[in-house]
C-alpha cells in the first residue's frame, strides 16, 4: 500500500528529528544515516506498510545502524 506522499514526508521529518535526539547527532548525520536506511527503502517502496508503523518504532530500526555514534 501506498501512503499519501505529503502525509509521508511529514513522517520522515518527524522520524529524522526524533532519531536526531536520541542519538544526539547533527540534523545532516541523521538525514544521511536515514536516507540511506532499509527503513527508508521500504517506506518509500510501500513495502511491509511500514508507514503504518509507529515513529518511535521507526526510530528503533535505525539505532542499530549507528550503535558506534553516542
Do not use: Q
Not at 41 to 63: F, P, Q, T, W
Request: net charge positive; hydrophobic share 40%; proline share 1%.
Amino acid at each position: 500500500m501506498k501512503a499519501n506522499k505529503l502525509l509521508l514526508r511529514h513522517k520522515y521529518l518527524r522520524i529524522i528529528e526524533l532519531f536526531r535526539e536520541r542519538k544526539n547527532i547533527s540534523y545532516s548525520e541523521a538525514l544521511d544515516i536515514f536516507y540511506k536506511s532499509r527503513t527508508y527503502k521500504e517506506m518509500a517502496n510501500g513495502i511491509s506498510d511500514m508507514h503504518c508503523r509507529s515513529d518511535i518504532y521507526l526510530v528503533e530500526e535505525l539505532i542499530p545502524l549507528v550503535s558506534h555514534i553516542g
